[in-house]
């Protein structure tokens, strides 16, 4: 039995040799833990790549954007030219009712208008003929030389022009022209005209359209020059 003490005692002190140091280790362990836990946040502010995660992601913003409605589909531009071409064309009802008269020509040569063709307007006037002085060939003649006075078989009236009816422009065109042998009007001159450029085409394009009986000298065809003053008045 007293040999078995010491032995007992040996292992005692063993024991507690070794309780003591599983003590110091896990109490190293433990404060290795707490300085790990402790050092983590200032391990991730430390770290370059984690600074410029945050700087991102604390620049990112989420903005829900709404659907676009679909936009009006804008009309295409020959569209836009046929609608205006259509309310150009339609006629001003206040100025419509208004009565326009058809431009007055005044003739100054002496036209016998054939009775047989249609009426033309009331306003067409035939004057006193005026013989022009600046033709003297004899191969040219005035209505004042010929056998009879020169008779219309086609007289077509101007057409207002829509541009002056519009703005209610009034004026007057002075024009020579001359007739073949075979009654068609040739060589239209614009002699005077006021205002300048509005009344001159409708005027020359509606002159050189009337036809005459040709006139005659001695009973022979003869080539014939003629002038007129053609009105565009408005009632």
């Known amino acids: 039995m007293r040999g078995k003490e010491p032995e007992n005692s040996y292992f005692r002190v063993l024991f507690r040799r070794r309780r003591g140091a599983w003590a110091m ?4 362990a433990a404060a290795l833990n707490l300085a790990i836990f402790a050092l983590v946040p200032y391990l991730l502010e430390a770290d370059p790549e984690i600074k410029t995660y945050k700087k991102i992601a604390s620049g990112i913003n989420v903005i829900r954007m709404q659907e676009p409605e679909d ?28 009565a326009k008269k ?22 067409l006037e035939l004057p006193e003929m005026t013989t022009p002085q600046a033709y003297s060939p004899k191969d040219m003649f005035s ?6 006075p020169l ?20 004026g007057w065109v002075k024009v020579r022209f001359v007739v073949d042998k075979q009654g068609r009007v040739r060589e239209v001159t614009i002699l005077e005209q006021e205002p300048d ?27 014939t020059v003629a002038e007129t003053t053609i009105r565009f008045e408005l009632d």
């Open 25 to 28: 280790a896990a109490a190293a």
């Open 71 to 98: 936009p009006e589909p804008e009309p295409k531009e020959e569209e836009k030219e046929k609608e205006e071409e259509k309310e150009e064309e339609k006629p001003d009802p206040k100025k419509e009712a208004v």
């Open 102 to 123: 058809i431009a007055r020509p005044e003739m100054t040569v002496p036209f016998d208008i054939n009775p047989r063709l249609p009426a033309g307007p009331d306003s």
């Open 143 to 148: 209505a004042g030389e010929l056998d009879r």
């Open 151 to 170: 008779t219309a078989v086609s007289r077509i009236p101007p057409t207002y022009p829509m541009r002056a009816k519009r703005r209610d422009i009034e």
């Open 197 to 223: 450029g509005v009344f001159d085409k409708t005027v020359r394009n509606c002159v050189s359209r009337w036809r005459f009986k040709p006139g005659t000298v001695a009973g022979v065809k003869v080539k």
